[in-house]
């Protein structure tokens, strides 16, 4: 531990992988810049607003965001005019690390094997395979968090509260504490978290230094108390700390005894969606435009509605097979139905999700040409990011299908049950977080099961009207729980006070 003051004037600041804005490279050397993507995104930055000693740390993620960041004196991309006047006053530290050890961490670690874990994806027959490859970039992933540690420690005033997003990040806090034990550590987890039986396919120590680096917080969020129990199986399971799940009145989750003593508290703040903004959003000309095109494939047909990235965890082939079969089984259903399905580009480094989006477009196509007529579009699928499509494709939609094999909440099927202008039923998976808060009203489906989900299309698309309307009425009122700048909020709280 180092015995120094601290550089920094942070009160509060936040470290993700995906930072609030994105660089881009124009053709006259000029950078351009965006907001990053995403209601969370801006949730967060509204629950920073109006304070100046925030800073946010994350990754250059490309060639353009690494060679500006390391231009900028601490790596601030806010100083540049055009990117601060995205940021709400928010100071951004972007950090450039080396191409190799950022791939390695980001695609070979955070997304293969953490996601591949969490998310249950592995084909045990023939993966994952650990072998001295793969320790290299388990030792890049190290490396990656130690720069996230060392940037947090130079930014942070003595005290000052840190909140931690996600997979990516799952050393950073024990390694910031070793630095910084003045600070107050919060991480959050967005996706599942995998069983104690099958967290141990990870190799054991590793598996151990995984779940020690995130009780170096005091606070570890979740989603759901189904990812929080998951997470304290594995810590009494597999590290053999004592861990406490709460009874009665205590708030949900639990606490855990870190190796080195600490009382460590496990979290539930289950997220919601940013309605106001979304309505806004989805009422601009684009989204108006893109809902014109729509409205002249879909005419006076129902809606099957999905909005995922083209991402191995949502199912989406399950998802094309169950309407297929739906079609086959249903005749009398042809020409008066369209499934929307936006299914925008994911992760295309990786061999596995271009493989998967080559499936996703065969069968698509397959079902066009089985179905399809000079009057029908049985499908219409978008595999472009396509945002404004498809708010007003969730507009239009009767029914949502939201089928993921797992899923930490799934804030799709929340913004279709609030945006919906039909009353949608949701045909949701069992496996989504947001399968706790919904699951009363919407039709559940084991992902897994194709005919059980055609079945759940026929039932939602078929449901009385009034019973829809019931229906959607609750679903719209418990899709619209903690906005993102409450959720976020609420950690701010929870990890300053204790
Ligand atoms: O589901 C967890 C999550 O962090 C999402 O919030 C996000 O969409 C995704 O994983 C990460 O995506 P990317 O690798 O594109 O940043």
């Not at 996706?191 to 190799?203: E, M, V």
């Not at 080559?358 to 029908?376: H, M, N, Q, S, Y």
């Not at 939201?402 to 496996?431: F, T, W, Y």
Request: hydrophobic share 40%; glycine share 8%.
């Amino acid at each position: 531990m180092e015995n120094r003051t601290p550089q920094g004037n942070a009160r509060l600041v936040v470290a993700s992988n995906r930072g609030p804005i994105e660089v881009r490279a124009v053709a006259d050397g000029q950078d351009e810049f965006d907001r990053g993507g995403g209601g969370l995104v801006t949730g967060m930055l509204g629950a920073l607003h109006g304070r100046d000693d925030v800073v946010w740390v994350c990754a250059a993620l490309n060639d353009a965001e690494r060679s500006l960041a390391r231009e900028l004196e601490n790596n601030r991309v806010s100083d540049v005019p055009a990117a601060a006047e995205l940021l709400d006053g928010v100071r951004v530290r972007m950090l450039p690390i080396d191409a190799t050890t950022f791939r390695q961490a980001y695609n070979g670690i955070a997304n293969s094997a953490l996601w591949y874990l969490s998310h249950m994806l592995y084909d045990t027959a023939r993966s994952p395979v650990f072998d001295i490859g793969w320790r290299r970039q388990w030792g890049a992933y190290r490396r990656y968090n130690q720069s996230f540690a060392e940037s947090l420690d130079a930014e942070c005033a003595e005290g000052a509260s840190v909140m931690i997003q996600d997979y990516h990040l799952d050393l950073a806090p024990a390694q910031l504490r070793a630095r910084r034990p003045d600070l107050r550590i919060a991480h959050f987890t967005h996706t599942p978290w995998s069983p104690s039986d099958y967290f141990p396919i990870l190799p054991d120590d590793v598996g151990s230094e995984l779940l020690t680096g995130l009780l170096g917080a005091d606070l570890l969020g979740f989603h759901t108390v189904r990812w929080a129990s998951a997470f304290l199986d594995c810590c009494r399971d597999v590290l053999r700390v004592p861990v406490h799940y709460s009874e009665g009145d205590e708030p949900a989750g639990g606490l855990v005894t870190a190796p080195d003593g600490r009382s460590v508290q496990v979290r539930v703040f289950p997220l919601g969606v940013d309605v106001q903004a979304m309505k806004e959003r989805s009422q601009q000309r684009d989204s108006l435009a893109r809902m014109r095109t729509l409205q002249r494939i879909v005419g006076d047909r129902a809606v099957i509605t999905r909005v995922d990235r083209t991402e191995l965890s949502k199912n989406i082939v399950r998802g094309l097979l169950a309407y297929r079969e739906f079609l086959r089984a249903n005749p009398n259903w042809h020409n008066r139905v369209v499934h929307l399905a936006f299914a925008y580009p994911s992760r295309h480094d990786l061999a596995d999700y271009r493989a998967y989006t080559a499936d996703v477009k065969r069968l698509a196509d397959e079902i066009d040409d089985e179905f399809g007529t000079d009057e029908w579009t049985p499908l219409k699928l978008e595999v472009e990011n396509d945002y404004a499509g498809s708010l007003s494709g969730l507009r239009l939609a009767d029914v949502l299908l939201v089928n993921p094999i797992r899923d930490g909440m799934n804030l799709v099927v929340k913004e279709g049950c609030v945006l919906s202008e039909r009353d949608a039923i949701p045909v949701l998976s069992r496996q989504a977080g947001a399968a706790d808060e919904l699951g009363e009203d919407a039709i559940m489906i084991n992902p897994f099961d194709v005919t059980a989900t055609a079945g759940a299309i026929r039932l939602a698309l078929e449901m009385p009207a009034v019973e829809k309307r019931l229906r959607a009425e609750r679903l719209r009122a418990a899709s619209q729980g903690a906005s993102p700048h409450d959720w976020f909020r609420a950690q701010i709280d929870a990890v300053s006070i204790n």
